[in-house]
């Protein structure tokens, strides 16, 4: 079965991440109609995410997002535009965070 990995390095803290992965979680059942659970932990959470021929996780941390998926026969032959769809979706969110929280981080001018 082919796997996805994809791994994204940020700054933007847990609390932050966290906004960042329920909104994946909610656009990805959405989307594809993927059924996600989210563990929280105290360091990290976890985002477990099934449908028919997809199974994965995503693990949430402070500094660092890393997703695994299995695809089944069927979705493997289309592996690479998953995996280019996933990025595209979780690289959107990361830059749209990371520019709110330079916002928020910025000297407000008087």
């Known amino acids: 079965m082919p796997d996805i990995r994809i791994q994204r390095k940020h700054a933007l803290g847990l609390a932050k991440a966290r906004e960042i992965a329920w909104q994946w979680a909610e656009e ?3 989307k594809f109609d993927m059924e996600c659970t989210v563990l929280e932990g105290e360091t ?3 985002v477990e995410f099934t449908r028919s021929g ?3 996780r995503l693990i949430v941390a402070a500094d660092h997002f890393d997703l695994d998926a299995k695809l089944g026969f069927l979705l493997g032959a289309f ?3 998953i995996e280019g769809e996933i ?3 979780l690289d959107a969110l990361l830059a749209k965070g990371s520019k709110a929280a330079a916002k928020k981080a910025a ?3 008087k």
């Open 107 to 109: 000297p407000k001018k």
């Open 87 to 89: 990025e595209k979706n």
């Open 28 to 30: 990805v059942e959405k």
């Open 54 to 56: 997809v199974n994965g």
């Open 44 to 46: 990290s959470d976890t």
């Open 79 to 81: 592996s690479k535009t």
